[in-house]
């Protein structure tokens, strides 16, 4: 579905994005080490370097709330918030709006423009997923992008369906008889891509290049993209500051966070650690999993562990059973 | 481009869903993104006709709940296009949080509300409990009293909702059924016309205007939520005068009356009656014929009800001999005395510093008729209550006891 091959067109390296103007302007509150914005300043690297203007859609959440205190904002592209559970419907109708008036000639631009929609797990995974569900399925020329950070974190760290099994939240936190969350994690990018759109992929924020050549596919494509990016919390997994990108890092080394693309179809994992790490590495590093280290425990890790591989296995089936002759 | 098909007034035997089509039709708004539900499917099923054959040139979006129309309402709205939608009852229901945050970020957006009665029990037939659910969100209110006001109030509703002393979304109410699928004499007007009356939008803050870039919708703190607020009372307190200037604008052009309200027969009244919808053409009828026995009865009918013409009703009734009123309303208020509209009469009085003797009556809840002889009985009520006698506060107009 691509306009052009994307293997033609070359993200520039590094130290070329880097100077392109910042378009989320600093002085925004959103927390130390919160992987959000990098992952919204990678997008822009990415779009800046395709010569696209991004028009936002955000759902409520850490990013709206932190970037748009009024008077201020961060934005230095137009943006709108309408509420929590409809991103991807508000963006339809930016959509809609801009095919309507290119056909009466009335834009007021010329310029390449891509509409992006933009939510936490909460706006995604959960309360917004009909309003995503519905975008997807009528098609919409927009690229979906949630930063999954695991759990409600703008309200408190509230467990959402994107919260890990085991994983310490406020509304569903560890006690004498509790463990934590109950339930696995949601696949939602094998769900959007159930969806039949022309492109799905997960990235993170710690495999930048992978990050950068599946945004600029999506950016491409035409129709509906949707972009899973793993969102560091520090605040929410009790981790460290300066350890988000590290733990990012730990978190694809270990298959928790599988980077993969589904491309009109075709499954592939896009990185494969040759030698995974056990999934314990990346959950030493988070207070919110410090209660599974306990003696007693041990099993609970290793059932991370099955899931991990249930998944893994899952989309290397996928990768092979899509794959071109 | 589309088509011209109608090139000069045309008298059509049209239900309130074909009349609200043709208007958009007319209209031809940038994007519509609407969801079916009874009894407005068949609005959305004439515009999606339209759609479907090239007659307008609207990006149509079928989305998938009402909660989604609004939100696309909204993004389009906020990317400088004109955007129109339609729902009913539960579906207005289903909009509520998304209609606050139309009116409060002053989009112009513009809506038909088939009016239908909200579960439980779930029923789909005519009732005004869901309008007046929403009627705090900050939405401007138009009521019809038939298919062809139905078709006026929508071609009159973009100028009163883009003027820039209001910027504010419009909902036209009919009653579901007995307007909206009772087939009656509408005059359409030439497409031509109703283009050139409706006009060009007029954009304001694009969200498409890349070079520009605004954010919509930030957050307020507690230092500046009230001054928004406050400005959106100053928008709808302006609002009344913009639709009174349209409503004359309408007349002039075409020859049909619209003013906040419809007097009948209040002049020289000794009982007045208020009401809302298609039971005010009733009420006309009844008002005759009771007339013809020595009983001198008027009607207000309510056409603007957000903002409310507080000063228009109590014009009228101060003008008229009244000795008592007659207040109806299609929706209940559990636990407030009366229904919505005899809050707003009793406010209306308490602002002259005037006391009526009032009667609330209760009607049509579901769907229920309200025919000839349940307005009579009601007059009866009225004219005791002038005449000193004990009425119940709370009357329930053809309800099994």
């Known amino acids: ?150 759990a409600y974190m703008n309200t408190g760290i509230q467990r959402s369906s994107a919260t890990p099994k085991y994983a310490n939240t406020t509304t569903q936190p560890v006690g004498s008889k509790s463990l934590g969350k109950e339930q696995h994690k949601k696949w939602m990018p094998e769900v959007a891509a159930a969806h039949g759109i022309p492109y799905v992929a997960q990235v993170s924020p710690s495999h930048w290049k992978d990050f950068m050549e599946k945004f600029k596919k999506a950016l491409l494509t035409e129709g509906p993209s949707y972009i899973n990016a793993f969102c560091v919390c520090p605040r929410g997994w009790r981790s460290k500051e300066e350890e988000g990108i590290l733990i990012a890092k730990l978190a694809v080394e270990t298959n928790y966070w599988p980077l993969f693309e589904v491309e009109n179809g075709r499954w592939r994992v896009t990185y494969k650690p040759k030698n995974p790490k056990p999934v314990e590495e990346f959950l030493k590093r988070q207070g919110r999993f410090k209660h599974l280290f306990k003696p007693g425990n041990e099993g609970r890790i290793q059932e991370l562990q099955e899931e991990i591989n249930r998944r893994w296995e899952w989309l290397n089936k996928m990768e092979e059973m899509t794959r071109e002759e | ?56 040139d609207t990006e149509y979006i079928p989305v998938e709940s009402e909660h989604s129309a609004m939100s696309a309402c909204v993004g389009a709205a906020a990317a400088g296009s004109r955007a129109m939608t339609a729902t009913a009852g539960p579906g207005l229901a289903y909009m509520w949080e998304v209609l606050g945050i139309a009116s409060g970020m002053r989009l112009p957006i513009v809506m038909t509300v088939v009016n239908r009665a909200l579960s439980a029990p779930i029923n789909i037939h005519g009732d005004q409990s869901d309008m007046m659910g929403a009627r705090d969100q900050g939405w401007i209110m138009l009521f019809s009293e038939n ?73 307020a703190m507690t230092d500046s939520y009230m001054e928004f607020k406050r400005q959106q009372r100053e928008a709808m307190m302006e609002a009344y005068k913009v639709i009174r200037e349209v409503g ?148 329930y107009l053809n309800l099994n006891e």
């Open chain 1, 1 to 150: 579905m691509a306009q052009v091959s994307a293997s033609e067109i070359k993200v520039p390296p590094l130290k070329k994005l880097t100077n392109y103007p910042e378009k989320l302007a600093p002085g925004h509150r959103l927390c130390a080490g919160c992987g959000a914005s990098i992952i919204i300043r990678q997008i822009y690297m990415v779009a800046n370097a395709l010569g696209y203007e991004l028009i936002w859609a955000n759902a409520t959440g850490c990013v709206e709330v932190c970037t748009t205190i009024y008077p201020y904002t961060s934005w230095r592209s137009p943006w709108i918030h309408n509420a929590f559970e409809n991103a991807a419907a508000t963006i339809s109708g930016v959509e809609a709006a801009y095919k309507a008036l290119k056909r009466k000639g009335k834009l007021p631009t010329d310029k390449k423009v891509k509409f992006i929609a933009l939510g936490g797990d909460g706006g995604t995974y959960d309360i917004g997923f009909q309003s995503l569900s519905g975008a997807l399925e009528r098609g919409h020329d927009f690229i979906y992008v949630c930063y999954d950070n695991e």
């Open chain 2, 147 to 219: 298919a062809e006001e139905q078709y006026d109030n929508l071609i009159q509703a973009f100028k009163i909702a883009e003027d820039e002393r209001t910027r504010l979304p419009v909902m036209v109410g009919m009653d579901g059924f007995v307007i909206s699928h009772s087939i009656e004499r509408v005059r359409l007007l030439p497409d031509k016309a109703v283009e050139e009356f409706v006009g060009e939008p007029k954009v304001m803050y694009s969200l498409l205007d890349v070079d520009n870039p605004i954010t919509h919708g930030p957050v």
């Open chain 2, 1 to 56: 481009m589309k088509p011209e098909l109608i090139k000069e007034v045309t008298y059509v035997p049209y239900s309130g869903n074909m009349a609200a089509a043709e208007a958009m039709r007319q209209i031809n708004p940038d994007v519509v993104a609407a969801y079916p539900i009874t009894p407005q499917t068949e609005l959305m099923q004439f515009f999606a006709e339209f759609v479907a054959n090239g007659l307008v």
């Open chain 2, 248 to 395: 004359e604008q309408f007349e002039e052009a075409f020859g049909r009356k619209y003013e906040h309200i419809e007097t009948y027969k209040t002049d020289d009244a000794d009982y007045i009656l208020i009401i809302i919808g298609s039971t005010a053409g009733t009420a006309k009828y009844v008002i005759d014929r009771v007339r013809e026995k020595g009983i001198k009865v008027g009607l207000i009918k309510i056409r603007t009800y957000r903002p409310f013409p507080y000063y228009d009703v109590m014009d009228a009734i101060e003008a008229s001999n009244c000795k008592a009123i007659g207040v109806f309303d299609r929706a209940e208020t559990f636990g407030a005395v009366g229904g919505p509209l005899y809050s707003d009469v009793a406010t209306a009085m308490h602002l002259r510093g005037k006391s009526y003797p009032m009667v609330s009556f209760i009607y049509g809840l579901g769907g229920r008729d309200t025919n000839v002889h349940h307005i009579e009985e009601a007059i009866d009520k009225v004219v005791q209550k002038a005449a000193g006698k004990e009425v119940p506060l709370i009357n």
